[in-house]
Each structure stands twice: as structure tokens, then as C-alpha cells.
């Protein structure tokens, strides 16, 4: 355990990184893989869909981690048809989940609550104004979300080598750098930064644990740091996904249309049916699915466990070896 910081030890986890959760691959198994290689795995609630099968997962979760911490996360975001969050939560409590890991809409009322009953909490934030009320609410930790994010990377367009400074000048409690992390030299620079730690989502989807087709992380692979697409701009919700036939036709409409671009334009395109059902055939072209930059860090599909490890073995090289040696050892004469 080369690294101390104030969110392995809230966390009570031997290695400062986290799996944030995530729709579709955010599940109990890789979680797992996570938490049992040091790190902190959180599985997303809502893959599980109705609170039955929800409870089973946690308990599955719990189980699979042997006694090793693990999380839960909580998106919640508007809806017609909106997931049962108030029971989700239930769950969470009932099964004494440790952490829970919020996301989406303001958290407030379900930071209290889970804060009543014992729970850590991690809220994701995509700028220095949202963290500074998260942190008022009275989150533990903050996951600061740079623009090189997959999914929802917000709309004031902050990288990290930014926005994680200024979570080192404003925030009083502790942070993960979150958004295109995927190596060691990047881990060793967010604690240079402020940083205590990271959170990284991208990187665990091109594992041998990941639920993805192999043609899906084959595409990973083979992508560079460019082949992501910013989508829904015009809408102000902005998503970053990886760049093939589908967000490539989305990102062609919304240009064409301009300021008249309305969702109903590429809904047949972007919902969640036409993405579900390219991942059962196996299809990289075929719908939508979020990826951040740091697929043209991605090489190979190893374990979770390797993953895990070589960050740490590479961020440790880098302050024992590489930044010890640019130190000029003052004169003493």
C-alpha cells in the first residue's frame, strides 16, 4: 500500500481508486473484482430495475466482496417514468450498504438520509460550484468530473489539469479525480494536484470482468484519444460517447439542424432499446455507448487485478523515481 490519503482511509480501501458506477456495466461482479483488488467498487442500483431483483444484487455485492468494502451508486435523474429511487434506498439502508455513491439531480434529500443511517457518501460533481454544494450538504467525498468524462461531462467544458486544482484550492473535504483516468502517471498527478485519489469508469469496462462483448473492448483497443463525440450539445446535455456509425449520424442532424435540434430529431438513434440490443449482437456500430478519452490510453484487456495493479506500481515509479530525481538537493556549503 504505497498510498495514504484521506479517502483510503474513510474508505477503509488499500488503494486510492474507485469504480464509479455505471449503466449496464455498473454490476455486482465487477464491483467485486474492484473491491477485492484493493480498490473500491461500486455497483449501480438501477441495472438491476425492479427492487426485488435490486436487494438480490446488493446481497450478491456484499457476498462476492468477501468482507471487502464496496458501494452503491444512486443516479437519479428526471423522468416519465422514473426508477423506484425511494425503495432503492430502502434497500440501501436495510442492507447496510457502507457507501453510497450519488449522482444526477440534487442529492440533498437522500444525503441526509443515507447520513442518518450510517452511510459514507460520494456525490459526483462536473464543477467546483457543484462540489462546493455538495460539500455544504454535507457529503464526505466529492468525485470532480472533468470534461474528459464518458456519459455526462456538464457544459462548462473544465478539463481535469484544471479542475482538480481548483478543487485543491476550495474544497475542505476530500476529492477523487474523476475523467479520462486510465493510467498510473495520471493517478500520481491527481495527487500531485490536490487530488486523493481517482475514479475511473472507462478503464474498467476494458477488462476480462467487464460484461461487454469482446467486440466492444476490441474497439476500445483500437480507439485514440479522439474518438469520442460530444453529443446533444444544443440541448444542454451534453454526452460524450464513442465515436462510431450511430453518434456519428446523431452528431450529422444535430449540426444540420442548428438551434432547431429537438431530442424527438435522433430519439430512434440514442434510446436505451437500439444501445441494449447492439451490445446482445455484439455491434460497436450499432448504438450508442459512453466512452471517455481515456480509450487512447487503453492497450489491452487484462484483469481487473492487473489493472489495478500496474496503476499503482506505475504512479509509485513516478514519485519515488521520476519526480524524487527532478528534486535539486540544496547546497550545503
Given at each position: 500500500?504505497?498510498?495514504?490519503?484521506?479517502?483510503?482511509?474513510?474508505?477503509?480501501?488499500?488503494?486510492p481508486i474507485v469504480m464509479g458506477g455505471m449503466t449496464g456495466v455498473g454490476t455486482a461482479q465487477l464491483a467485486a473484482a474492484v473491491s477485492l483488488a484493493g480498490g473500491l467498487g461500486i455497483m449501480a442500483i438501477h441495472n438491476s430495475g425492479k427492487p426485488e431483483q435490486a436487494r438480490k444484487d446488493v446481497q450478491l455485492l456484499r457476498k462476492l466482496c468477501n468482507g471487502k468494502?464496496?458501494?452503491?451508486?444512486?443516479?437519479?435523474?428526471?423522468?416519465?417514468?422514473p426508477p423506484p429511487y425511494d425503495?432503492?434506498?430502502?434497500?440501501?439502508?436495510?442492507?447496510?450498504?457502507?457507501i453510497v455513491e450519488t449522482a444526477g439531480s440534487n442529492p440533498k434529500k437522500w444525503i441526509s438520509l443515507f447520513k442518518s443511517n450510517g452511510v459514507i457518501t460520494i456525490h459526483k460533481c462536473v464543477s467546483i460550484r457543484h462540489a462546493l454544494k455538495a460539500q455544504a450538504m454535507g457529503v464526505d467525498i466529492v468525485s470532480l468530473d472533468g470534461f474528459e468524462c464518458a456519459g455526462h461531462p456538464g457544459?462548462?467544458?473544465?478539463?481535469?489539469?484544471?479542475?482538480?486544482?481548483?478543487?485543491?484550492?476550495?474544497?475542505?473535504?476530500?476529492?477523487?479525480?474523476?475523467?479520462?483516468?486510465?493510467?498510473?502517471?495520471?493517478?500520481?498527478?491527481?495527487?500531485?494536484?490536490?487530488?486523493?485519489?481517482?475514479?475511473?469508469?472507462?478503464?474498467?469496462?476494458?477488462?476480462?470482468?467487464?460484461?461487454?462483448?469482446?467486440?466492444f473492448k476490441d474497439r476500445m483497443v483500437q480507439s485514440k484519444e479522439t474518438d469520442t463525440v460530444l453529443m446533444?450539445?444544443?440541448?444542454?446535455?451534453?454526452?460524450?460517447?464513442?465515436?462510431?456509425?450511430?453518434?456519428?449520424?446523431?452528431?450529422?442532424?444535430?449540426s444540420k439542424k442548428g438551434e432547431d435540434f429537438q431530442i424527438s430529431?435522433?430519439?430512434?438513434?440514442?434510446?436505451?432499446?437500439?444501445?441494449?440490443?447492439?451490445?446482445?449482437?455484439?455491434d460497436p456500430d450499432g448504438g450508442i455507448w459512453s466512452a471517455g478519452q481515456s480509450v487512447g490510453l487503453i492497450k489491452d484487456i487484462p484483469t481487473v487485478k492487473k489493472v489495478?495493479?500496474?496503476?499503482?506500481?506505475?504512479a509509485e515509479n513516478v514519485v519515488r523515481t521520476r519526480l524524487n530525481s527532478l528534486l535539486v538537493v540544496p547546497s550545503r556549503l
Open positions: 500500500m504505497p498510498f495514504k490519503t484521506r479517502v483510503t482511509d474513510l474508505l477503509s480501501i488499500e488503494h468494502p464496496f458501494g452503491v451508486n444512486l443516479t437519479i435523474l428526471p423522468s416519465f417514468d425503495e432503492y434506498a430502502k434497500i440501501i439502508i436495510e442492507e447496510k450498504v457502507p457544459e462548462e467544458d473544465v478539463g481535469n489539469f484544471v479542475l482538480q486544482a481548483r478543487g485543491c484550492q476550495e474544497l475542505a473535504v476530500p476529492y477523487v479525480c474523476s475523467g479520462g483516468v486510465a493510467s498510473g502517471v495520471q493517478l500520481a498527478a491527481a495527487l500531485a494536484l490536490g487530488a486523493d485519489g481517482v475514479n475511473c469508469g472507462t478503464l474498467f469496462c476494458a477488462t476480462q470482468e467487464c460484461n461487454w462483448p469482446q467486440s446533444l450539445r444544443r440541448l444542454n446535455n451534453t454526452c460524450r460517447v464513442i465515436r462510431n456509425d450511430v453518434s456519428a449520424e446523431v452528431e450529422e442532424i444535430e430529431d435522433v430519439m430512434p438513434l440514442v434510446n436505451g432499446k437500439r444501445g441494449r440490443e447492439a451490445e446482445a449482437k455484439g489495478v495493479d500496474d496503476m499503482v506500481k506505475e
